[in-house]
């Protein structure tokens, strides 16, 4: 199961983070990653981490947002800096069980989804 929590709504430039608790969460290969969606358009790969500790982030997003795996608590996070409008959406977690690599940004290749949280950027 995966819970995700941390969404709001911000103004822009500001920052939030959003985590995602997984419950009996134990394979020893692994792809996690944040997709958002917006309605009407396609899920979009946001970032992801795999089990190799290799991370991916799309480009609109590279160098604001970091997406990160504490192990002990099974909590997946993605924090977001320098928001802007165009980032608000509803944001969810996705794992598989295995590493994606460069296919990391597809939907399909992802079992487990969380139920999403909304983020809002004013501008």
């Known amino acids: 199961q995966l819970v995700e929590s941390g969404g709001g709504s911000v103004e822009s430039g500001g920052s939030l983070r959003l985590s995602c608790r997984f419950s009996d969460w134990t394979p020893r290969h692994w792809c996690l990653s944040w997709f958002r969606q917006n309605p009407g358009k396609e899920r979009e790969g946001v970032a992801a981490?795999?089990?190799?500790?290799?991370?991916h982030y799309g480009e609109s997003v590279k160098g604001r947002f970091t997406i990160s795996w504490d192990n002990a608590k099974n909590i997946l996070y993605l924090e977001m800096t320098d928001l802007k409008a165009e980032d608000s959406a509803m944001y969810s977690c996705?794992?598989?069980?295995?590493?994606?690599?460069?296919?990391?940004?597809?939907?399909?290749?992802?079992?487990?989804w969380g139920q999403g949280t909304q983020v809002t950027v004013s501008s």
């Open positions: 996705a794992a598989d069980f295995g590493e994606l690599g460069y296919n990391w940004h597809l939907a399909t290749k992802y079992p487990y």
């Open positions: 981490i795999e089990s190799d500790g290799e991370t």
